[in-house]
């Protein structure tokens, strides 16, 4: 299923639909069993108001997410994520404490996330290191320049309206869910509908077939790694909204979390597959793991037994679906 | 006269659902991966068993984002009072807030909240426990001495009280000195690597105060590896039973029990009341009390 993807672009275009549907109907599957399960355990699951609760829980990891399916569709690692989320979380509170302007704190994270994810993506690209381990160091010096800014202590006082991108609603809805929303809708359209998610796609299924196909190889593996540094700040500021102060341990394990995301979610660690899609569903999957166990009440020790036991389960069904 | 009726009849339902249920309380630990936590979570199940309502612990491990959505699952899970361990003080602010807008009672154990409305927060006086640790230590060095110093996570209140009020003990003895002082993170882990450093950095040492015992721990087994238990005296803060057995070895001197069993019961108790509509303490200090080879001797 995987090389055929760009072998003849012409034939999967008529297919795209089924195959999306083949893809992750297995995931989907499990997320609606999922569903009625806690449903029928918990008397508070299935409200609009714990749905809408869930929305924002993922939020974050969705975003960041997205931001590494691009990266891991290229065939590279990010493991810089959480600990940059922490940096550009760090970063905004500075500013707004600094210029008491909401605009420019968002901007400087935001410009903080992206120049990172930049460096991430010059030395894995044209440093030629592997993406594992350039990334890797840097979430040590990322994590570092966090805790030696704040001196290891949260950056707080932060004033209250800047609470609103990750505490706040429109109307019924956390506004964090919708600015998932539309990162979500953003990477969606351009990888599947520009030229550009066909050529990340193509990188990563045979960078070599890639290259002679006159596709800029490295602008683009450049591109995913920005991506990934700006939806990880993009992430890091909603964390710092959310609690209203900026902790320079924020993230930590992220990387985890998100990677598990976006592999159950379908995609391929070694590049290639993978849809933004799927790693919604993968998100979602985890989310709806955590809050149906805290609404049941399932233990504290049991939680993270139960949650490891119900993603492999779910790895292996997708697997034995998809073939 | 017949909505008069179903009004009445009604009223009645209500009425003796919310007498009848039983309550259900909601604890929010920061982390069980601290056995200090534990023994407050196996104080509460015992409490909730004893007392009659139903409890939930949900465990953060020491993370605030994962913590506030626990305290909004909880919410949305229809619990009556919420008991909350805040993994940070700043950052539990919003949930707070959230459980205020829902008109849940919080109470807050070991760290206060900073914003929204508390019925109470139950804490140690921290500075109180590190002057009896000083104290004790001057006592036990002669009121001579190097010193070094395992801090806590940097910034978090309990870690700058008690070495404030380490500081403030020692003050009265001027040929105490102390030659180190870093953080371990609360870490048993941590406390073991960093004592390494402090024994590469400062050959001639005679006491470590650790701002826990978990820390404490840590450089024990530091110690003991360098072949200087016994030399390099060592004492911890919250009394957790791997403490208590290392005094009985004699691989610890001292360290200050907070009680967490008495302090979690204390604050579950004050749920209930508070449900009952009774008034509490905004405030409550847990008593402390120093444990040496001597007090253990005489239990």
Redesign the interface.
Known sequence: MNHSTHKNTKDSHSHRFFKLLRGEFGLFLILVVLLITFSLLSPFFFSSRNLLNITRQISITLIVAIGMTFVILTGEIDLSVGSLAALAGVTTAATLVATQSIFLAILAGLAMGMGVGFINGLLTVYGRVQSFIVTLAMLGVARGMALVWTGGRPISQLSESFSFFGAGYVGPIPASSLIAGIVFCVGLFFLNQTKHGVYIRSIGANREAARLSAIPVKKYRLIAFLVSGLLSGLGGILITSRLLSAQPTAGEGMELNVIAAVILGGASLSGGIGTVFGTLLGAMIIGVIDNGMNLIGVSAFFQQIVKGAIILIAVLIKRNNSQ | MKKVVVLVLLSLVVFSLGFSATKTIGFC?ST?ANPFFVTM?DAAEATAKEMGFTL????AQD???RQ???V???I???VDALVINPV?S??I??AVL?ANRYNVPVITVTRPS??GKTMQHLDIDNSQAGRLIGEELAKVLGGKGRVAILEG???APSAVERQRGFLEALEDFPDIQVVSSL?ANYSREQGANVMEDILQANPFLDAVYAHNDQMALGAVRTIAAAGRTGEIKVFGIDAIDDAISAILKGEMSATVKQQPGLQIQMALESALKVLAKETVEQLVIVPLKLITSEVLSEE
């Open positions: 630990v069980l979570k939930i612990v949900l465990d993370s605030p984002e506030i959505s626990q909004q699952d909880l949305i899970r229809n940070d700043d950052a602010g919003t959230e900073r914003m996570i940097p910034g953080t």
